[in-house]
């Protein structure tokens, strides 16, 4: 046994030359290239793991964005450019959203220095078209006015009116000069408004 022994050493020395850089190159692929190439494995599992969550996210955002796009085509009913008027925080009856609206008309009929001696309300006029339509969510309101100015102050407030960025409707207009002096118009106007408001 211990010939055996002996013989199996005086081999290894013999052969201790070329059994060295073996050794050592089994030695460096285990300790370096295995964990290096178990790492490069781990990235390209983590890069497909954060491409697929990326491209899960692209898609999400896509779907989101595609849903707000269909909100603001739906919140908006545009006539020549202009926008239904959204009562703020959808917390409004349908009759109470036009006071905003009602505020803008007034301030106007100010500004152009035209008098309003009467003024009528009509949430349901039977001829106009949105309202005709039972959307659900909008609002029509007719101002049957009656306002008093010169030419100049009464063009002035049918321009501003209908500048205005909200639909307006002015459906009627009548013009009678006043009798006690022809530079003063009696006009009765037709003015329909129209309001959205969501239920909640």
């Known amino acids: 046994m211990d010939k055996t022994l002996k013989i199996a050493i005086n081999i290894l020395k013999e052969n201790a030359v070329y059994a060295a850089p073996i050794l050592l190159v089994v030695v460096l692929f285990v300790n370096f290239v295995i964990p290096q190439f178990t790492k490069s494995i781990d990235a390209v599992k983590l890069l497909k793991s954060n491409k697929a969550q990326y ?101 002035t407030f049918f321009k501003t009116i209908m500048k205005e960025q909200y639909v307006t409707n002015l459906a009627e207009v009548e013009l009678n000069p006043w009798d006690k002096d022809k530079k003063v118009l009696i006009a009765k106007v037709k003015l329909r408004l129209y309001t959205r408001t969501l239920p909640e």
């Open 55 to 155: 491209e899960q996210v692209v898609e999400q955002y896509n779907m989101l964005k595609m849903q707000q796009d269909a909100q603001n085509r739906q919140k908006k009913v545009v006539k020549d450019g202009k926008v239904i008027f959204e009562a703020p925080d959808m917390q409004f009856s349908p009759d109470a959203s036009f006071a905003p609206l009602f505020e803008l008309v007034l301030t106007i009929a100010q500004q152009s220095g035209i008098r309003i001696r009467a003024i009528d309300y009509n949430y349901s006029p039977q001829e106009d078209a949105i309202f005709a339509a039972k959307l659900e969510g909008y609002n029509t309101c007719e101002l049957n006015m009656v306002v008093v100015g010169s030419y100049t102050e009464i063009q």
